[in-house]
């Protein structure tokens, strides 16, 4: 049986943990996504974008709600592409070359809501 296909917030999920370069927080994941793609994201959006970039063996969601790259996820993020869109859209090309996982991800009761609100009051 196929998995679902990638969806649009994956890449965007995907580069919002990758700028970091080491394991971020909710709360910096929603920072950096803002900063790439100038929208907040949707706890489905990101759920559903960590479950199958997880599943997928591309990035590690920790017991303590941290994320990162794995070695794998690193492959997709390197390639030394300085701009931003363009990054983005390599993401694109690398992630239809890879199957979506299936790792159901859902987020503590209240954790997108607390995180967003820290977000718009720092």
Known sequence: MTSAPWEPADAWVFAAIAVYDRR?????????????NHAVLLEAEVEGAL??????????????????????????WGGGVRDLQSQLHRIEERLAAVEPGRVAVRLPRGAMERALEDYRSA
Do not use: K, M, N, Q
């Open 51 to 76: 479950g199958r970039l997880a599943g997928a063996d591309l990035v590690r969601v920790y017991e303590d709600w941290t994320f990162e790259l794995t070695d794998e996820g690193s492959s997709v």
């Open 24 to 36: 971020c927080t909710l709360l910096e994941l929603i920072a950096s996504a803002d900063w790439i």
